[in-house]
Nanobody, 129 residues
Framework: QVQLVESGGGLVQAGGSLKLSCAAS????????MGWFVQAPGKEREFVAAISWNGGSTAYADSVKGRFTISRDNAKNTIGLQMNTLKPEDTAVYYCAADRRLRSFTLPVVSSSANFDSWGQGTQVTVSS
């Protein structure tokens, strides 16, 4: 079983930046696709970004393209999400997700929360206007 722990959330003004990190343990556990999803109050969990097992492919929701960058360090078993030019509508709980299987990396696959079987507890990001 793999555990995911997010960090880096907080309060930031609109236009500011934050970087989220997610550490998977045990560090030797090899994971497939990993990603970030958000869930705002009263809404379903939504896709933000994903990265393939080797970091060679990435995908983003249209709402964050050009502002967010996902990264991966397999030596440390971590992923990151650099968030720039934050907007109030980015306010949500951000969840790290991992797929323990080597599934194909396509947008329909990685944008569905059903294709990730491990989840972190979430970290709150609040963007004030």
């Amino acid at each position: 079983q793999v555990q995911l722990v997010e960090s880096g959330g907080g309060l930031v003004q609109a236009g500011g930046s934050l970087k989220l990190s997610c550490a998977a343990s045990p560090r030797t556990f090899r994971l497939g696709n990993m990603g970030w999803f958000v869930q705002a109050p009263g809404k379903e969990r939504e896709f933000v970004a994903a990265i393939s097992w080797n970091g060679g492919s990435t995908a983003y929701a249209d709402s964050v393209k050009g502002r967010f960058t996902i990264s991966r360090d397999n030596a440390k078993n971590t992923i990151g999400l650099q968030m720039n030019t934050l907007k109030p509508e980015d306010t949500a709980v951000y969840y790290c997700a991992a797929d323990r299987r080597l599934r194909s990396f396509t947008l329909p696959v990685v944008s569905s929360s059903a294709n990730f079987d491990s989840w972190g507890q979430g970290t709150q990001v609040t963007v004030s206007s």
